[in-house]
């Protein structure tokens, strides 16, 4: 990411004296932040006029049709006979490096359309590209389809020789797509039209929420920084922003309740014709993971609400002096703490002392992102919500996306995008088609790389209102992990199992959000009016579906992980570097072996439960410790 100084922050649109103060808050943050990185995307390409990018896409759609009429109606062929193994790995040979080629332009125009998403250029940039991309990948749809057409005898024989057994895993995987796959044709049309479908919809979600305004204090600010304002210190600001969050969301319900149900029938269409029976067995297979270990996750976490967040949130009230909370006061600091600002310079420091007293590998990786500009830090207007790290393709190398305002959540934010970061970068070996890891493990690194922050942190405080506080926000954010994430599954299980009777009408959607969000938070936090609407704005539901539930198993199992690694010798982070370089190469179960871990074992997800209730009781018993 490139370096400047840092944007106004937060994104002010006031006018006259509103506008003034305004700019003056924003000047006094961004002089305390210091400057801020923006990504440098030139390894990518240099722009959007970059005739490099031209070039490439117009290559790319060559090579394309090329594939296709060199193996098109042939992959049977190739697999029979002596030289079968060497046939078919020229073949996935050749595929894999043109999902390379496809990987980096649709990469580039990601993230610049996610740099500003309300700006028209971008967004045409971003659309054309797409839609040439998606043209020129049907001409490569019809390798997975055969190939999985092909005898499993036959297959299995050929990929246990080299060259072709360095893609077993990619093609076992593949093989797994198998009793979901349709004809031809139907599997090009379902390709071609997920540019006015799926996408579309998407893309209208993310155009709706980059153009909405909040009025907080006289100030007219987009998304991030007007759901940052529910962590101020002052509860007043916090109840403002709430307000303003619900009547935004509220006037443009009808909207996001569209979307909503177009995408839900869309997703059931589409695991009619495929066969599925679950409407999340379609994100299971993709995770790699078992129904029935995804079931054993939520029966466990929903189990656990009273000792979980109930319990927390009640003693979060007693420090507020108060019998419950409002819903703006959930993530609200602690009373009679001082809240600080952390420069840039500090949470990267910060980041990468932690990373570096566990593995000088990893934090070696992690600094490069620094060094080299592979990071976007300031919040602007326009810019997508949120964080991610993009893995790119392993030919380049990962970016993160922050929005930094100096937050300690931020600071824990930035150690998870870029546990995401290391993990892609050691993962980038095994190429594009076995680089990817199912989000079963994608959490994983992420959530490591924030625990390892924290308890580096919380080592070095003394003080116990200070350590309360760390405690605090730790519990909040495993909370918002694990509990907050489990809820939003269960929410969308009933929004898409509804919606398969028929549309569904905002105020059944409203209702069935409260209700999810009433059981996990439990009697300690109030659902004042207002708060119906506020799963309008959560992308993963857009975007996604399902997805949601890979945090709470990535936060248990690095629960369960961290665990091994405090009772463990010094070849602990041999083994946990391997896992992070296998990338997709392997199953989790496998990965998992080395350490002793089995997510399989009903009682697996009871140790990471029960680091968060061992936290809440630390905090309790530090009650009258001041």
């Known amino acids: 990411m490139r370096v400047s100084p840092a944007a106004p922050l937060p994104a002010v649109m006031a006018e006259g004296a509103d506008a003034a103060r305004a700019a003056a808050k924003a000047a006094d943050l961004g002089q305390i932040l210091g400057p801020l990185p923006e990504w440098d995307l030139t390894d ?12 490439d896409l117009t290559r790319a759609e060559e090579e394309c049709r090329q594939f296709s009429e060199s193996y098109a109606g042939k992959i049977t062929g190739l697999a029979t006979g ?3 193994s060497a046939r078919l790995a020229d073949a996935v040979a050749a595929y894999e490096r043109i999902e390379d080629l496809l990987g ?3 990469s580039y125009a990601g993230l610049v359309y996610s740099g500003d998403t309300t700006d028209e250029t971008r967004a045409k940039f971003y659309g054309d590209t797409r839609e040439r991309l998606t043209n020129a990948s049907g001409d490569l749809l019809f390798f997975g389809l055969e190939l999985n057409r092909v005898d499993d005898a036959t297959l299995d024989a050929a990929k246990a020789r080299e060259p072709l057994s360095r893609y077993a895993p990619w093609i076992d995987d593949l093989r797994r797509e198998k009793p979901f796959q349709l004809e ?20 209208l979600f993310d155009e709706t929420i980059a153009s909405l305004r909040f009025t907080v204090q006289g100030e007219r600010l987009s998304l991030e920084p007007t759901l940052n304002k529910l962590q101020d210190p002052d509860g007043t600001v916090r109840k ?6 619900s009547e935004v969301l509220r006037t443009n319900l009808r909207v996001f309740t569209l979307i909503t149900n177009t995408l839900a029938k ?7 014709w495929r066969g599925f029976r679950d409407v999340a067995d379609a994100r299971h297979l993709s995770n790699r993971v078992e129904p029935e270990v995804v079931a054993a996750l939520v029966d466990a976490v929903q189990a656990a609400y009273p000792r979980l967040s109930h319990r927390y949130y009640k003693l979060k009230a007693k420090w507020f002096g108060q019998e419950t909370l409002p819903y703006w006061d959930r993530n609200a600091p602690l009373p009679k703490v001082d809240q600080r600002t952390i420069p840039w310079t500090e949470a990267r420091d910060t980041v990468l002392t932690a990373y570096e007293a566990f593995s000088p590998d990893m934090a070696s990786i992690a600094k490069r992102f620094f060094d080299r500009n592979w990071i976007d830090a300031p919040t602007r207007p326009g810019k997508a919500p949120g964080a991610f790290a993009h893995p790119t393709v392993p030919s380049v190398h990962p970016y993160v996306l922050v929005n930094y305002q100096g937050k300690p959540r931020d600071v824990m934010t930035l150690a998870h995008e870029l546990g995401h970061g290391v993990h892609q970068v050691l993962a980038g070996p095994n190429g594009a088609l076995m680089a990817p890891t ?16 924290f308890r580096k942190l919380l080592a070095a405080t003394q003080n116990t209102t200070q350590r309360r506080a760390m405690l605090a926000a730790k519990v909040e954010d495993m909370i918002n992990t694990v509990v907050r994430q489990i809820a939003f599954y269960l929410f969308e299980r009933k929004v898409h199992l509804a919606r398969a009777k028929g549309e569904l009408t905002t105020e059944q959607i409203n209702a069935l959000w409260l209700s999810v969000q009433a059981e996990s938070l439990g009697p300690a936090i109030t659902l004042d009016a207002g708060y119906e609407p506020f799963w309008a704005y959560i992308p993963h539901f857009i975007h996604s579906p399902f997805y949601v539930y890979a945090y709470a198993f990535g936060d248990c199992l690095v629960n369960s992980l961290y665990g091994v690694y405090q009772k463990s010798g010094d070849d602990f982070a041999e083994r946990y570097m391997a896992l992070l370089s296998a990338g997709g190469a392997k199953p989790y179960g496998e990965l998992l072996a080395p350490f002793g871990l089995d997510a399989r074992d009903p009682g697996f997800w009871q140790v990471g439960l029960g680091m968060i209730e061992g936290m809440i ?3 309790e018993a530090m009650e009258g410790q001041d």
């Open 44 to 55: 990518l390409y240099g722009g959007l006029d970059d005739p490099n990018f031209s070039t």
């Open 82 to 84: 002596p030289d079968a």
């Open 104 to 106: 980096k332009l649709m």
């Open 184 to 203: 031809d044709r139907i599997e090009k049309l379902f390709l071609e039209k997920s540019v006015t479908a799926n996408a579309a919809w998407d893309r």
């Open 240 to 245: 403002e922003a709430a307000g303003a969050i």
């Open 266 to 272: 869309d997703k059931e269409i589409s695991d009619r």
């Open 438 to 453: 199912p989000l079963t493990l994608a959490e994983t690194a992420s959530v490591f790389g924030e625990m390892l922050t």
């Open 617 to 619: 009781a630390e905090l």
